[in-house]
């Protein structure tokens, strides 16, 4: 007599939340947490690293350049791998390298040591970041999925809030070389609650018919007692979304022209995020704003871009993915340009930057929702991953490009002008979009077209 079989998945997705699942949402927002931390700690140390290297102040990109590089390497990398082997330890791995490699990079006393350590560390964190997106929406039920990964995409800017401030606060009492002791030392502390704490995801285990025993033990920390009993064989569905296809259909079915307009945006406004994070403690220093005024204007940028970030799902959900983003990359756009402008005081600063982050950090996550929303389930994670792909290439751009600005002596307010420009390019590229999704009607029955 054949075994009785459960879907652990529906299980999952009847029964509420309990708090070993919201203990196992706020484990992976402090390992987001880490890589906002990590790009707001590089910016404010910048000034006295480039002393210590003697490298020209505008320079300095390709330093951010090469950890956000490192970061696109290992979310291609750790990604498949983390699916062979599984989500947990390839977590607690990366977070162990970006801890290596933090500490390391407050003993670096040339460019070249800098460039590798800096691209090692951003290895650490792009390869964590598929883990941990994996193991948030897994334990989640499916009603809240998205609820769960939209708050860990806000850990990202939250990360770099708690970065801003920790700057601000280490660097004069302590030294520039306090900030990557404290990004060695935490992250150490995360992987070693990880590795006792954190379970491996379940929908990994089942998809590959191991470790019942296991599953079985995290499933009675999720429903204490309403667990099946030893006798009955515990399974989930396939799924499709992450079983992976050939990129080749991104471009089929009428697909190739709505897939390239959909990269121009992500590849601009993930480029402004990390550009902005990343120059503008150093730009505002140079027209003599201190330490202190440079962490509360940056800190009030990434509180909005947190905020957005949370509610941005809920936002598109009610009023439309295009009504709500395109006016969110204009109004984006039109803060930078005012906080370019906004330089007589730390209170309109603070209120430009805030609305900057507000704005653009919106933008940014509303795009993960307009990609999801374009693709049939079959090619959906295929889409995803490769949209954000073209956000981490703008990521390594943007640092670069505004170093040349710099060193070409163009002033706050054009800096902050230019920084305006790829805002706008995307709002324009997501009208685009929006004309050309009649072509995608073909996908309609599979995946909830975007929004209007």
């Known amino acids: 007599m054949a075994a009785t079989k459960v879907d652990v998945i529906e299980l999952i997705d009847r029964h509420p939340v309990t708090g070993f ?28 690293i480039a002393a210590v290297i003697h490298l020209p102040m505008p320079q300095f990109g390709q330093v951010g350049s090469a950890g956000l590089l490192g970061a696109a390497v290992g979310a291609l990398s750790f990604g498949p791998l983390a699916d062979i082997f599984g989500r947990k330890w390839f977590m607690i791995i ?5 801890a290596i490699f933090s500490y390391l ?17 951003g290895l650490g964190l792009g390869g964590v970041t598929p883990a941990f997106l994996a193991m948030g929406a897994e334990l989640a039920p499916k009603r809240l999925r998205d609820v769960f990964v939209t708050v860990l995409f806000a850990s990202f800017p939250g990360g770099g809030l708690i970065g801003s401030l920790t700057s601000a606060w280490a660097i004069p009492t302590f030294g520039w070389q306090s900030v990557f002791y404290i990004g060695a030392v935490v992250p150490l502390i995360i992987a070693v609650v990880l590795a006792i704490w954190l379970p491996e995801s379940i929908r990994f285990l089942l998809a590959r018919n191991i470790r019942q025993d296991e599953v079985r ?30 990129v080749k259909h991104l471009f089929m079915e009428g697909r190739a022209v709505p897939t390239l307009l959909l990269w121009v945006p992500f590849f601009t406004i993930f480029m402004v995020l990390v550009t902005v994070t990343f120059w503008t ?7 003599g704003f201190s330490l202190s005024a440079a ?14 970030s949370a509610f941005s799902g809920w936002a598109v959900h009610r009023g439309g993915a295009f009504r709500v983003l395109i006016p969110c990359a204009i109004i984006g756009g039109l803060a930078l340009a005012w906080f370019g402008q906004a330089t007589s005081s730390v209170a309109t600063l603070g209120t430009a930057s805030f609305l900057a982050g507000f704005f ?8 993960i929702a307009v990609a999801a929303g374009m693709y049939p389930t079959s090619i959906r994670s295929t889409g995803i991953g490769w949209a954000m792909g073209l956000g981490r290439v703008g990521q390594v751009f943007g640092p670069v490009l505004t170093g040349i600005l710099v060193g070409l002596g163009i002033k706050v307010g054009g800096i902050f002008f230019a920084a305006a420009v790829p805002c706008f390019i995307a ?20 995946a909830p077209a975007p929004a209007e």
């Open 105 to 121: 990079t407050s003993q670096s006393t040339s460019l070249n040591e800098l460039l590798f350590y800096r691209f090692c560390t």
């Open 217 to 246: 033990r995290t499933l009675e920390r999720i429903m204490p007692g309403d667990v099946p009993p030893p006798g009955v064989e515990l399974v989930a569905p396939p799924d499709p979304a992450r079983e992976g296809v050939p």
């Open 360 to 367: 653009v950090g919106g933008t940014g996550t509303g795009l």
């Open 295 to 308: 962490a509360l204007i940056i800190g009030l940028n990434n509180l909005g871009s947190a905020i957005a």
């Open 427 to 446: 709002a324009l590229f997501l009208i685009f979009l929006y004309f050309a999704r009649p072509v995608m009607e073909a996908d309609a029955s599979a």
């Open 94 to 98: 990366a977070v162990i390298i970006f």
């Open 21 to 48: 699942q919201i203990g196992v949402l706020i484990l992976c927002m402090l390992v987001a947490a880490l890589d906002g931390f990590d790009t707001q700690a590089i910016g404010y140390t910048a000034p006295a």
């Open 281 to 287: 403690p150093a730009v505002l220093n140079s027209v």
